[in-house]
C-alpha cells in the first residue's frame, strides 16, 4: 500500500512520521506521476490557498480531485479540510477546492493564529482517552449534507460545530492530530478507509 502526503507546501514532513510511527510507508509526492501511484492520499495542515495555487501551477489540480472522485481514500487536516470541501464560505480570491466531502466550511473559524488552542474531544470510532486535537488557524464545518457523517464536534457559544467528518472514502479534520504524537486518528483512517488495500 503506498499512502502519498501531498508535499507542495505545509506540515508534510508530520503526517510521513506519523504514518511510519504505524508501520506504513508514507510518500512525499508532489508530480503527475507520483500521484498516479499511490493508493491513498493524505494532504497536509497549511495555507490551502497556496497548495491550491501550487498545485495548479504543477498541473496537479484536476488530477487530485479525479482521482478523489473515483474513490481515492484521502485524509485531509486543517487546510486539507478545507481542500476536501464542496464550498468555502469565506474563500480568498480564485480559490478552489478539491472536493470530496459535501461541506461548506468557514476558514479561520476559530480566530487567528493568536487564537489557537487545544482540546480533548470525543472521535466517534476512537476508543480509549480523548483526541487531544490542536486548533491553528483552522476551520469547522458551517453545513454538510445528508451523506456526511459527523465524528468530532467543539461547542462554542452554546452551538456545537463540527472539527471531524468523513464521506465516502474521503475524512476530514480541522485540527492537527499530526503534531500531537497521537497516530490514533491516522489509524482510524487507514483502518477504516485503507483496509482492502493491503496486500
Partial sequence: MKVGVLALQGDFREH????EQLGVSGIAVKTAQEINEIDALVLPGGESTTISKLAKAFGLFELISNRIAQGLPTYGSCAGMILLSREILDPASGQETFGGLDIL?????????????ESDLDFHGIEG???????IRAPWVESYGAGVEVLASVLIDGVNHPVAVRQGKVLATSFHPEIT?????????????CSDLVK
Fill in 181 to 193: 504524537g497521537d497516530s490514533r486518528v491516522h489509524k482510524y483512517f487507514l483502518d477504516q478507509f
Fill in 105 to 117: 466550511v468557514r476558514r479561520n473559524a476559530f480566530g487567528k493564529q493568536v487564537d489557537s488552542f
Fill in 129 to 135: 482517552k480523548s483526541v487531544r486535537a490542536v486548533f
Fill in 16 to 19: 510521513l512520521t506519523t504514518l
